[in-house]
């Protein structure tokens, strides 16, 4: 079965300072894609990053940069110099490569307050 | 371009009542998803539609719920019937189609409140 499971519920930190949201999956194929994507207070999933499993190389853009492990099946988010825009809920996800369909599987969420 | 767009944004319902939620994908996507996000919670997938079949419906809680998307276009998902527990924000999404494993793009979902 596959699962995602981000253990933070929410965190709070102050601007300006680093954070890093977990993010623990499980699953069986060996082909398979990680997501995260943010949501706002407006609601809307936004797409921030798309993996597949045979690419471990990590990844930055602009203050965003994720680590992903096999070894520990891990897809870690971390956010440098946090601002108060990135309060939100952010959602990792799993899907299967192939066959027929491309449900994601989200974790819980991890809810971040950037404090000012 | 424009972005996947839900109608309408909020319903509120009675118990036992029919609704219909409507999405628009983005212009050109053939693949079309709904989830269900209760509070608190991630996203559930629901369905899926690759152009006007449902390539996937194993999502579908039961048989209340049921979704079409006639012309591979607009999709409308519908309940039936509507109970208390059906309350949640319903999100469509949508991708290319081009196969494999695509990046879905979410409109700003619906949010079903039954009383």
């Known amino acids: 079965a596959q699962k995602v499971t981000q253990a933070q519920t929410e965190i709070s930190v102050v601007e300006k300072e680093d954070v890093t949201l977990d993010c623990v999956y499980e699953?069986?194929?060996?082909?398979?894609?990680l997501f995260w994507y943010k949501q706002p207070p407006s609601g809307e999933l936004v797409f921030l990053i798309r993996?597949?499993?045979?690419?471990?190389q990590n990844e930055i853009s602009g203050r965003y940069s994720w680590n992903f492990q096999k070894s520990t099946s891990s897809f870690n988010f971390t956010i440098t110099a946090s601002q108060v825009v990135d309060s939100a809920v952010y959602f990792c996800?799993?899907?299967?490569?192939?066959?027929?369909?491309?449900?994601?599987?989200f974790g819980t969420g991890t809810l971040l307050a950037v404090q000012p | 371009g424009a972005g996947v767009s839900q109608t309408p944004s909020n319903k509120v319902t009675e118990k036992g009542k029919y609704v219909e939620l409507r999405c628009d994908p983005i212009?050109?996507?053939?693949?079309l998803y709904w989830y269900r996000q209760s509070l608190g919670q991630g996203p559930e997938f629901l369905i899926y539609?690759?152009?006007?079949?449902?390539?996937?419906d194993s999502g579908l809680p039961n048989d209340r719920f049921f979704a079409v998307r006639p012309e591979g276009s607009v999709s409308t998902l519908k309940i039936q019937r509507t109970e208390r527990g059906d309350s949640a924000v319903y999100l469509c999404?949508?991708?290319?189609?081009?196969?494999?494993?695509?990046?879905?793009?979410f409109g700003p979902g619906t949010r079903l409140l039954v009383l």
């Open positions: 996800a799993l899907s299967a490569y192939g066959g027929a369909t491309n449900k994601l599987i």
């Open positions: 999404a949508s991708s290319l189609g081009m196969g494999g494993t695509e990046t879905q793009y």
């Open positions: 699953t069986r194929d060996t082909t398979y894609y």
């Open positions: 993996r597949n499993s045979f690419d471990e």
């Open positions: 212009s050109g996507h053939t693949a």
């Open positions: 539609f690759q152009g006007t079949g449902a390539a996937d």
